[in-house]
């Protein structure tokens, strides 16, 4: 009997979540030890760099932090597929013909305003509840088409890890997206664990309007917020309303971001996802027109921010399997 | 031994917090019995109307809903104190000059456009940190000249407690004020018990700077977001992402809060605080410039809301003490 209750004493202890690895995915290189190092200072009730609970807040960008973005944001791949089924005589520009016809570069070539058109196109003139359940309905068929993989497999599994594991410390996870609110929530519970409160995006304007289905909010086709760069913190700053202890992005639209929250008193983490791995997904940082990280890679170092390198820190990359 | 262990038993049950009124300050009407009836019924897992903790959330406007809104906005009367201070060569405007004059209807005379200078002229110009220490720091001494009270103490005790039994309940409670949301902030958590994160309210413009004291973020003398009417559901959507299963307010500002929020699936409660008390507080509603409740009384009834009659539904109004 003593022996049988020793062996529960072990098994139980072996269960504990502590004394699992919380980033199986994560080699055991210099990257993880900092972010376990963080991770115990902020939480050890003892020690100088303790941070309430109320205070753990922890931001992440998404398309290339969280899940990758190429050949294009998947975003856009989303409204690309759906002018592809739509009426030839609504295709009015040659930025939606490019579109429907499935020619990014074609897409790209119109510029800022040509992507917005697409946007535009497909963003608006619903409720955001029909929105929201077209997207969810897409992403459960459609396919990435440069790697065949489902959108929601190539999310990064290590960053995964890293936020359930944020999260089993107390902490709140939020994102903080230059991507539309509505096309993330509708994928971030599923894919992050992430509800749509701690959601933060770019925004397209809405209105109240009392349908024959009963109030809803409606999506128009004009932007009202860009979620980007210096408006990140502002995003922060308006909607969370303190400022994190833990930031993490990969391209120079999340440096202000970065900047403002390694700037605050106490501990703070700075995280940047370097895409080094053309083997296992794509590499691409200071030339990239997605996705492109410069200043990050010549002054995160010396502002002490992780650098984190996906070919030698991430064993594993997609949360799915590559075809 | 076993009459000891009893009696332990007994002071046990006592002290659950269940078994104690969650409601103190509401006499037992209608109102109270409602309010614990639809608590009840979106609690119990094994009822119909059983709603998960994720979905349990709950809005409230704030001014004349969770505290006092007379003579008028706080907000503007924390200006009105602060222009009162100002070198009067910056005092360029009639509606500044009436400010600074503690001139409240001099103020109102000059219109929207009057009011905004004033707000402007206080709320902008400064780092969110400098001014919401600034807020926290006038609230410490300042008075309302109605009523000679602490502007926190002229928080409503039933609102109070309802806040507090919503969030025992697992609810979430926001706040969604027409107000600056920098400015509840700084209240909120203390007056209310309600994290920065979870106040919504109406937005001046701001920017991020690298100051000399390193990145902050400063407001500016734009409006960028009015928190009223249609824009309160429209706010919702934007920054929760999902519809509240409970709205309370108390004027014409907060209907189509409720009315979205009642005309979702499910159990769903939507409560109106009318101001029917001019002897303990401030009796208006249809004929009010602040806080005008028409429609709401109008159609309220027939829409189900509870229409809370302060007279009767409560046996004390304020958290402070009157003078």
């Given at each position: 009997?003593?022996?049988?209750?020793?062996?529960?004493?072990?098994?139980?202890?072996?269960?504990?979540?502590?004394?699992?690895?919380?980033?199986?995915?994560?080699?055991?290189?210099?990257?993880?030890?900092?972010?376990?190092?963080?991770?115990?200072?902020?939480?050890?009730?003892?020690?100088?760099?303790?941070?309430?609970?109320?205070?753990?807040?922890?931001?992440?960008?998404?398309?290339?932090?969280?899940?990758?973005?190429?050949?294009?944001?998947?975003?856009?791949?989303?409204?690309?597929?759906?002018?592809?089924?739509?009426?030839?005589?609504?295709?009015?520009?040659?930025?939606?013909?490019?579109?429907?016809?499935?020619?990014?570069?074609?897409?790209?070539?119109?510029?800022?305003?040509?992507?917005?058109?697409?946007?535009?196109?497909?963003h608006s003139g619903m409720t955001v509840d029909a929105f929201q359940a077209d997207v969810?309905?897409?992403?459960?068929?459609?396919?990435?088409?440069?790697?065949?993989?489902?959108?929601?497999?190539?999310?990064?599994?290590?960053?995964?890890?890293?936020?359930?594991?944020?999260?089993?410390?107390?902490?709140?996870?939020?994102?903080?997206?230059?991507?539309?609110?509505?096309?993330?929530?509708?994928?971030?519970?599923?894919?992050?664990?992430?509800?749509?409160?701690?959601?933060?995006?770019?925004?397209?304007?809405?209105?109240?309007?009392?349908?024959?289905?009963?109030?809803?909010?409606?999506?128009?086709?004009?932007?009202?917020?860009?979620?980007?760069?210096?408006?990140?913190?502002?995003?922060?700053?308006?909607?969370?309303?303190?400022?994190?202890?833990?930031?993490?992005?990969?391209?120079?639209?999340?440096?202000?971001?970065?900047?403002?929250?390694?700037?605050?008193?106490?501990?703070?983490?700075?995280?940047?996802?370097?895409?080094?791995?053309?083997?296992?997904?794509?590499?691409?940082?200071?030339?990239?027109?997605?996705?492109?990280?410069?200043?990050?890679?010549?002054?995160?170092?010396?502002?002490?921010?992780?650098?984190?390198?996906?070919?030698?820190?991430?064993?594993?990359?997609?949360?799915?399997?590559?075809?």
């Open positions: 009997m003593r022996r049988v209750l020793a062996l529960s004493a072990c098994v139980a202890l072996l269960a504990l979540p502590a004394m699992a690895d919380p980033l199986p995915s994560w080699n055991d290189t210099d990257s993880k030890a900092r972010i376990i190092a963080f991770v115990d200072a902020v939480t050890d009730p003892t020690g100088d760099d303790f941070v309430p609970t109320a205070d753990r807040i922890a931001v992440f960008d998404n398309d290339g932090t969280l899940w990758a973005e190429q050949p294009v944001y998947f975003q856009l791949l989303y409204a690309i597929d759906r002018l592809g089924d739509a009426d030839p005589s609504t295709l009015t520009t040659p930025a939606l013909q490019a579109a429907a016809a499935g020619d990014m570069s074609g897409v790209m070539a119109e510029g800022e305003e040509g992507i917005l058109e697409v946007i535009h196109a497909t969810a309905a897409w992403a459960e068929t459609a396919t990435n088409p440069a790697t065949g993989m489902a959108y929601t497999d190539m999310t990064y599994q290590p960053m995964v890890e890293l936020l359930r594991y944020l999260r089993d410390e107390g902490f709140v996870t939020y994102i903080v997206s230059g991507g539309g609110v509505h096309f993330i929530r509708a994928l971030a519970e599923d894919a992050y664990g992430i509800p749509p409160r701690q959601v933060i995006g770019s925004l397209l304007a809405s209105e109240y309007q009392v349908t024959e289905d009963g109030p809803q909010i409606v999506k128009l086709p004009e932007v009202a917020f860009i979620d980007d760069k210096e408006g990140k913190p502002v995003a922060i700053d308006r909607i969370i309303g303190a400022r994190p202890i833990l930031a993490g992005g990969n391209s120079d639209g999340d440096f202000a971001m970065l900047e403002w929250t390694t700037a605050g008193d106490g501990p703070r983490m700075g995280l940047l996802v370097h895409h080094t791995d053309g083997d296992r997904a794509f590499a691409y940082d200071r030339d990239s027109h997605i996705g492109r990280l410069e200043r990050g890679l010549d002054e995160g170092p010396e502002r002490g921010w992780v650098i984190v390198d996906m070919a030698q820190d991430w064993s594993r990359i997609w949360t799915g399997t590559p075809e």
